[in-house]
T-cell receptor, first 108, second 113 residues
């Protein structure tokens, strides 16, 4: 089945820094979604992005489906950005396959 | 407001007792899902339902049961057969299962003593 790898596994930054999180997948996918899980466990949709680029405030995402990767950019990080970022891809059987996540800590 | 409501948020139970977690959505979504998350881990699919009165086992269905009698509701029962039930449980829904765009509830944290 499809393998989804996220990098880096952990990232510690100072407030105000920029960051790039990566999601690689091993086969063609029908779709890709980015989530943020806050320290209380809630999963928030960030982007639903099968291809192309989307932006929402300080966050943006780019998926290059032909090269099997997606990038999540966070600019001017804030402490509230801390948490775990997951990507999930939809395989050919319409099953969501999850990455292991990137744990982001933003220090004040 | 439209959304997915899970209850209870926190639940403590004794070993050997069945527990039912509630998940209700008013988004008019057809598909609903239950995931389990252990500390420091990703999400694993327990059960999913694409339509009322139909549901399918996910990767870790053993020791769990579900029902889908109404479009809005997808309760999960953690039975005494589940070997290690202490976990964080997340319910999700999507407009269509083939789009894969999920929206999540706030989760239920179950601790078995």
């Amino acid at each position: 089945g499809i393998q989804v790898e996220q990098s880096p596994p952990d990232l510690i930054l100072q407030e105000g820094a920029n960051s790039t999180l990566r999601c690689n997948f091993s086969d063609s996918v029908n779709n890709l979604q980015w989530f943020h899980q806050n320290p209380w466990g809630q999963l928030i949709n960030l982007f639903y992005i099968p291809s192309g680029t989307k932006q929402n405030g300080r966050l943006s995402a780019t998926t290059v489906a032909t090269e099997r990767y997606s990038l999540l950019y966070i600019s001017s990080s804030q402490t509230t950005d801390s948490g775990v970022y997951f990507c999930a891809v939809l395989d050919s059987n319409y099953q969501l396959i999850w990455g292991a996540g990137t744990k982001l800590i933003i220090k004040p | 407001d439209g959304g997915i409501t899970q209850s209870p948020k926190y639940l403590f139970r004794k070993e050997g007792q069945n527990v039912t977690l509630s998940c209700e959505q008013n988004l008019n979504h057809d598909a609903m899902y239950w995931y389990r998350q252990d500390p420091g881990q990703g999400l694993r699919l327990i059960y999913y339902s694409q339509i009322v009165n139909d549901f399918q086992k996910g990767d870790i269905a053993e020791g769990y049961s579900v029902s889908r009698e109404k479009k809005e509701s997808f309760p999960l029962t953690v039975t005494s057969a589940q070997k290690n039930p202490t976990a964080f449980y997340l319910c999700a829904s999507s407009t269509q299962p083939k789009t894969g765009e999920l929206f999540f509830g706030e989760g239920s944290r179950l601790t078995v003593l």
